[in-house]
């Protein structure tokens, strides 16, 4: 950030008063603009004993497969979000269990939140996003062509959690763990 | 948004090609100023059979009673974010529990993450955003003066989920809701 996207002045870099963190300041208007993490949001869509998963169209990580995920936009609540990009991204229509895993990715200011969700039927395709969607047993997975960590922890979770037919919620954060 | 933060020049609100959803566009460098929902994390400080509320010091519901919960800054985790604003609001540590309750508030593009904690010890003070930070028990809390309504949600989940001993992870949009 340059300049303030409210007057269009040079803004400057400085803690503003009451505050601790260096902020965009524009000295002209002295609007303070902050930035803040962005949530990604999506679903873990299960069919049995298989889960859904989609073959990213698009970089970062093209070629690779993920869940059903994306950026939560303004004036949708992160259920909706989660349900509309797993409508665009491959299709599908699921229903919502819980929120699942909630990753933290400090390092590029994003948190990822993935809800455990059951398909409605088996009517998906790739979206425009994707190359192809499929489901996949556990022993299908493709553990080394998986997009992004928050994938591999959220699939690894899932799947030792099913062991013992039961799911909790979890919280992680990648920095302090080993990038997949 | 009325100027490119990257270039200064004025922006315009378009659709961008491959999107469904207006933007703000500059037409000089062509950057796209996405904008996103902001997380507000914090906590349910919990001690013996009472909680931990602060008394809001700042504007909006300056004099109500709230959670320790603040907006998520780049650079840090759900988890280290609820931890520094139980901190910075009520002086007080904790040690994180699980996510418990995820609120969207789509009208004002925010979502709210409580995480359930226990208070390390009886340590708390009023930080410079609160006037005064108490322990209440159930019977105790001042349901009318509550802050915002995804706190009085919060703690109606939780005194429910306490008889029964058994705490799930719950998401909820305000929209569908009656403002409390």
Chains 1, 2 share one sequence.
Request: hydrophobic share 40%.
């Amino acid at each position: 950030m340059k300049f303030c996207a409210h007057c269009g002045s040079p803004v400057e870099r400085l803690v503003p008063a009451g505050d601790n963190r260096l902020r965009h300041v524009c000295p002209a208007c002295g609007c303070i603009h902050y930035q803040n993490p962005r949530l990604v949001v999506g679903t873990l869509p299960v069919w049995g004993d298989q889960v859904l998963l989609c073959r990213r169209a698009i970089e970062p990580r093209h070629g690779y497969w993920t869940l059903p995920a994306g950026f939560m936009e303004n004036g949708e609540s992160a259920a909706d979000g989660a349900l509309r990009e797993t409508m665009e991204e491959a299709c599908a229509r699921v229903r919502l269990i819980a929120p699942y895993t909630l990753v933290s990715v400090p390092h590029i200011d994003q948190i990822h939140l993935l809800f455990r969700a059951e398909l409605a039927d088996l009517e998906f395709a790739p979206g425009t996003e994707s190359l192809e969607v499929r489901l996949f047993a556990e022993q299908e997975i493709p553990w080394k062509e998986l997009a992004f960590s928050s994938v591999s922890l959220t699939l690894q979770t899932f799947f030792e959690e099913r062991r013992h037919g039961q799911f909790g919620v979890h919280h992680f954060s990648l920095d302090a763990l080993p990038r997949s």
